[in-house]
Protein backbone atom coordinates (compact mmCIF):
# COMPACT_ATOMS: atom_id res chain seq x y z
CA UNK A 1 0.00 0.00 0.00
CA UNK A 2 0.69 3.92 0.01
CA UNK A 3 2.82 5.34 2.83
CA UNK A 4 1.24 8.50 4.85
CA UNK A 5 3.82 11.60 4.14
CA UNK A 6 4.23 13.10 7.44
CA UNK A 7 1.65 16.41 8.12
CA UNK A 8 0.65 16.00 4.27
CA UNK A 9 -2.95 16.87 2.98
CA UNK A 10 -4.35 13.33 3.31
CA UNK A 11 -2.93 12.83 6.81
CA UNK A 12 -5.04 16.39 7.96
CA UNK A 13 -7.71 15.23 6.08
CA UNK A 14 -8.01 11.67 7.55
CA UNK A 15 -7.24 13.48 11.11
CA UNK A 16 -10.63 15.02 10.55
CA UNK A 17 -12.29 12.28 9.60
CA UNK A 18 -11.08 9.40 12.30
CA UNK A 19 -11.26 12.01 15.34
CA UNK A 20 -8.87 14.20 17.77
CA UNK A 21 -7.64 10.78 19.88
CA UNK A 22 -5.26 9.70 16.70
CA UNK A 23 -3.77 12.88 16.00
CA UNK A 24 -2.22 16.17 17.63
CA UNK A 25 -4.91 18.59 18.14
CA UNK A 26 -3.25 21.16 16.48
CA UNK A 27 -3.15 19.08 13.34
CA UNK A 28 -7.05 18.05 14.17
CA UNK A 29 -7.77 21.80 14.35
CA UNK A 30 -6.06 22.21 10.98
CA UNK A 31 -7.75 19.53 9.27
CA UNK A 32 -11.17 21.19 9.60
CA UNK A 33 -9.94 24.21 7.99
CA UNK A 34 -8.65 21.14 5.03
CA UNK A 35 -11.96 19.22 4.94
CA UNK A 36 -11.78 19.74 0.93
CA UNK A 37 -8.31 18.29 0.60
CA UNK A 38 -9.37 15.09 -1.46
CA UNK A 39 -10.50 17.79 -4.07
CA UNK A 40 -6.86 19.02 -4.11
CA UNK A 41 -4.38 17.36 -6.89
CA UNK A 42 -1.89 17.16 -4.04
CA UNK A 43 -4.42 14.94 -2.28
CA UNK A 44 -4.61 12.23 -5.19
CA UNK A 45 -0.55 12.84 -5.83
CA UNK A 46 0.10 11.14 -2.65
CA UNK A 47 -3.06 8.78 -2.96
CA UNK A 48 -0.92 7.32 -6.40
CA UNK A 49 -1.41 4.14 -4.53
CA UNK A 50 -3.59 2.35 -1.83
CA UNK A 51 -4.61 1.08 0.88
CA UNK A 52 -2.50 4.02 2.58
CA UNK A 53 -0.28 2.06 5.34
CA UNK A 54 1.03 3.42 8.55
CA UNK A 55 2.55 2.03 11.90
CA UNK A 56 0.25 2.11 14.78
CA UNK A 57 2.83 3.68 17.82
CA UNK A 58 1.18 2.16 20.43
CA UNK A 59 0.22 -1.64 18.95
CA UNK A 60 3.75 -2.76 17.70
CA UNK A 61 3.09 -5.71 15.23
CA UNK A 62 -0.11 -3.56 13.77
CA UNK A 63 -0.27 -1.45 10.99
CA UNK A 64 -3.10 1.39 10.50
CA UNK A 65 -4.78 0.46 7.15
CA UNK A 66 -6.71 2.80 5.23
CA UNK A 67 -8.98 2.00 2.52
CA UNK A 68 -9.66 4.75 -0.16
CA UNK A 69 -12.95 4.91 -2.88
CA UNK A 70 -13.71 7.51 -4.77
CA UNK A 71 -17.29 8.35 -5.35
CA UNK A 72 -20.16 10.24 -4.47
CA UNK A 73 -21.11 11.49 -1.50
CA UNK A 74 -24.12 9.91 -1.59
CA UNK A 75 -22.68 6.25 -2.69
CA UNK A 76 -22.67 3.47 -0.26
CA UNK A 77 -19.30 1.84 -0.68
CA UNK A 78 -18.60 -1.51 1.41
CA UNK A 79 -15.59 -3.14 2.18
CA UNK A 80 -15.80 -7.03 1.04
CA UNK A 81 -12.59 -8.96 2.75
CA UNK A 82 -12.27 -11.11 5.37
CA UNK A 83 -10.47 -7.84 7.08
CA UNK A 84 -13.77 -6.47 8.16
CA UNK A 85 -13.97 -9.18 10.81
CA UNK A 86 -11.25 -7.24 12.98
CA UNK A 87 -14.50 -4.47 12.83
CA UNK A 88 -16.95 -6.89 14.39
CA UNK A 89 -15.28 -7.07 17.81
CA UNK A 90 -18.15 -7.34 20.06
CA UNK A 91 -19.74 -3.93 18.30
CA UNK A 92 -23.56 -5.30 18.11
CA UNK A 93 -23.34 -3.55 14.59
CA UNK A 94 -25.58 -5.34 12.04
CA UNK A 95 -23.54 -7.89 9.40
CA UNK A 96 -24.39 -5.74 6.39
CA UNK A 97 -23.01 -2.41 7.98
CA UNK A 98 -19.64 -3.87 8.66
CA UNK A 99 -16.85 -2.35 6.32
CA UNK A 100 -18.72 0.22 5.20
CA UNK A 101 -16.48 3.12 4.20
CA UNK A 102 -17.79 6.39 5.56
CA UNK A 103 -17.47 9.42 3.23
CA UNK A 104 -15.91 12.91 3.70
CA UNK A 105 -18.63 15.65 3.66
CA UNK A 106 -17.79 17.12 -0.02
CA UNK A 107 -14.87 15.26 -1.20
CA UNK A 108 -15.92 12.75 -3.11
CA UNK A 109 -14.35 10.22 -1.17
CA UNK A 110 -15.12 7.50 0.89
CA UNK A 111 -12.75 6.07 3.56
CA UNK A 112 -12.42 3.18 6.32
CA UNK A 113 -9.21 2.60 8.36
CA UNK A 114 -8.79 -0.45 10.98
CA UNK A 115 -5.36 -1.96 12.29
CA UNK A 116 -4.39 -4.77 11.30
CA UNK A 117 -1.13 -7.55 11.43
CA UNK A 118 1.70 -6.35 10.26
CA UNK A 119 1.90 -10.02 8.72
CA UNK A 120 -1.14 -10.01 6.76
CA UNK A 121 -1.83 -10.72 3.38
CA UNK A 122 -5.38 -10.50 2.14
CA UNK A 123 -7.78 -9.97 -0.80
CA UNK A 124 -10.58 -7.27 -0.95
CA UNK A 125 -12.82 -5.73 -3.13
CA UNK A 126 -15.86 -3.14 -3.17
CA UNK A 127 -19.13 -3.34 -2.88
CA UNK A 128 -21.02 -0.36 -4.38
CA UNK A 129 -24.54 0.43 -4.12
CA UNK A 130 -25.94 0.22 -7.81
CA UNK A 131 -23.10 -1.84 -9.18
CA UNK A 132 -23.58 -5.26 -9.85
CA UNK A 133 -20.52 -6.81 -9.45
CA UNK A 134 -17.80 -6.26 -6.59
CA UNK A 135 -15.02 -3.26 -8.01
CA UNK A 136 -11.10 -3.67 -7.45
CA UNK A 137 -9.42 -1.15 -6.27
CA UNK A 138 -8.31 1.00 -9.14
CA UNK A 139 -5.96 2.53 -6.69
CA UNK A 140 -4.31 -0.76 -6.43
CA UNK A 141 -2.25 -2.05 -9.11
CA UNK A 142 -1.92 -5.25 -7.26
CA UNK A 143 -4.36 -7.94 -8.00
CA UNK A 144 -4.67 -11.61 -7.65
CA UNK A 145 -6.27 -13.89 -10.32
CA UNK A 146 -6.59 -10.45 -12.27
CA UNK A 147 -9.15 -10.84 -15.40
CA UNK A 148 -10.79 -13.67 -14.01
CA UNK A 149 -14.66 -14.11 -11.86
CA UNK A 150 -12.06 -14.29 -8.65
CA UNK A 151 -10.21 -11.43 -8.95
CA UNK A 152 -9.59 -8.85 -6.02
CA UNK A 153 -7.00 -6.58 -4.67
CA UNK A 154 -4.09 -7.76 -2.93
CA UNK A 155 -3.20 -5.84 0.62
CA UNK A 156 -0.05 -6.90 1.41
CA UNK A 157 1.31 -5.93 4.42
CA UNK A 158 5.24 -5.16 5.40
CA UNK A 159 5.91 -8.10 7.61
CA UNK A 160 3.94 -10.66 4.97
CA UNK A 161 6.10 -13.64 4.28
CA UNK A 162 7.57 -13.81 1.09
CA UNK A 163 5.62 -16.07 -1.48
CA UNK A 164 8.14 -16.82 -3.92
CA UNK A 165 6.34 -19.65 -5.22
CA UNK A 166 3.45 -17.78 -6.01
CA UNK A 167 3.88 -16.99 -9.77
CA UNK A 168 5.67 -20.39 -10.57
CA UNK A 169 4.04 -23.02 -12.78
CA UNK A 170 2.86 -25.95 -11.04
CA UNK A 171 5.44 -29.00 -11.56
CA UNK A 172 2.83 -31.98 -11.21
CA UNK A 173 -0.14 -32.89 -13.27
CA UNK A 174 -3.72 -32.37 -12.80
CA UNK A 175 -5.92 -35.57 -13.45
CA UNK A 176 -10.27 -35.39 -13.57
CA UNK A 177 -12.01 -38.74 -12.14
CA UNK A 178 -15.69 -39.39 -11.86
CA UNK A 179 -17.23 -41.19 -8.72
CA UNK A 180 -20.38 -42.55 -8.81
CA UNK A 181 -22.91 -41.33 -6.72
CA UNK A 182 -26.39 -43.43 -6.12
CA UNK A 183 -27.33 -40.75 -3.42
CA UNK A 184 -27.55 -37.73 -6.10
CA UNK A 185 -28.24 -39.88 -9.39
CA UNK A 186 -25.57 -39.03 -11.08
CA UNK A 187 -21.13 -39.06 -11.20
CA UNK A 188 -19.32 -36.68 -9.41
CA UNK A 189 -16.31 -34.98 -10.69
CA UNK A 190 -13.11 -35.35 -8.49
CA UNK A 191 -9.38 -33.85 -9.39
CA UNK A 192 -6.69 -35.08 -8.46
CA UNK A 193 -3.20 -33.29 -8.11
CA UNK A 194 0.06 -36.03 -8.50
CA UNK A 195 3.55 -34.55 -7.87
CA UNK A 196 6.25 -34.97 -10.56
CA UNK A 197 7.51 -38.00 -10.74
CA UNK A 198 4.41 -39.34 -8.79
CA UNK A 199 3.53 -42.11 -11.79
CA UNK A 200 7.38 -43.65 -11.80
CA UNK A 201 7.69 -44.32 -7.83
CA UNK A 202 5.38 -46.73 -5.36
CA UNK A 203 6.17 -44.20 -2.41
CA UNK A 204 3.21 -44.11 -0.15
CA UNK A 205 2.33 -40.17 -0.34
CA UNK A 206 0.41 -38.23 2.18
CA UNK A 207 -3.40 -37.43 1.00
CA UNK A 208 -5.17 -33.72 1.08
CA UNK A 209 -8.52 -34.26 0.81
CA UNK A 210 -10.45 -30.56 -0.48
CA UNK A 211 -14.33 -30.54 -0.68
CA UNK A 212 -14.62 -27.54 -3.24
CA UNK A 213 -12.88 -28.04 -6.56
CA UNK A 214 -13.53 -24.21 -7.14
CA UNK A 215 -11.55 -22.58 -4.29
CA UNK A 216 -8.71 -24.99 -3.61
CA UNK A 217 -8.25 -25.85 -8.02
CA UNK A 218 -8.98 -22.50 -9.33
CA UNK A 219 -8.91 -19.81 -6.56
CA UNK A 220 -5.99 -21.02 -4.01
CA UNK A 221 -2.87 -22.03 -5.36
CA UNK A 222 -3.19 -25.44 -4.04
CA UNK A 223 -0.92 -27.29 -6.64
CA UNK A 224 1.86 -24.69 -5.56
CA UNK A 225 1.49 -24.46 -2.47
CA UNK A 226 1.63 -28.83 -1.97
CA UNK A 227 4.82 -28.30 -4.30
Known amino acids: ?4 PPRGFLEVTLAAHHGIREMPSLLFSAALLLAQAP ?3 EYWRQVAKAPLVEPVPTRPGFYRVTFVYRAPETARVRLDSGAVA ?12 LGELKPVPGAGVHTLSMELPADLRIGYRFEVAGVREAVLDPLNPNAYLKGTR ?9 EAPSQPWRDRKPAGRWEKHEVPSPALGRPQAVWVYTPAGYAATRDRHAVVVAMDSVAFGQVLPTDRVLD
Open 150 to 158: FAESLLELP
Open 86 to 97: ALGNGLGRKLDE
Open 39 to 41: AHP
Open 1 to 4: GGRL
